[in-house]
Nanobody, 129 residues
Framework: QVQLVESGGGLVQAGGSLRLSCAASGRTFSNYPMGWFRQAPGKEREFVAAINWNGGSTSYADSVKGRFTISRDNAKNTVYLQMNSLKPEDTAVYYC??????????????????????WGQGTQVTVSS
């Protein structure tokens, strides 16, 4: 059974930092893109960051560029999201996503949610002002 399990969310003051982790099991995703998305209350899910299979290409939403960093450790089948200078508008449930089968060793990061086959259950991030 494939599982993506996020961790590292929580409550933080504006300007603070959090590091999210997403550990995958049941399949090896080292040859496929992975990404982070978020959904705030009353809003649609939106793209946050993505990384290609070997970490050579990353992509970010304009709203997080320069503050968030995505990385991966293929040996651990894990993707991370380092979030710095957090703002109240970053408050949302954060989901990691993994492709398996569509984009084998793609050179660039994938931003479209529909390209991802597997999703985690989400972790809440709340930023207080």
């Amino acid at each position: 059974q494939v599982q993506l399990v996020e961790s590292g969310g929580g409550l933080v003051q504006a300007g603070g930092s959090l590091r999210l982790s997403c550990a995958a099991s049941g399949r090896t995703f080292s040859n496929y893109p992975m990404g982070w998305f978020r959904q705030a209350p009353g809003k649609e899910r939106e793209f946050v960051a993505a990384i290609n299979w070997n970490g050579g290409s990353t992509s970010y939403a304009d709203s997080v560029k320069g503050r968030f960093t995505i990385s991966r450790d293929n040996a651990k089948n894990t993707v991370y999201l380092q979030m710095n200078s957090l703002k109240p508008e970053d408050t949302a449930v954060y989901y990691c996503a993994a492709d398996w089968g569509r984009n084998y060793r793609l050179d660039y990061a994938v931003k479209e949610g529909r390209q991802y086959e597997y999703w985690g259950q989400g972790t809440q991030v709340t930023v207080s002002s």
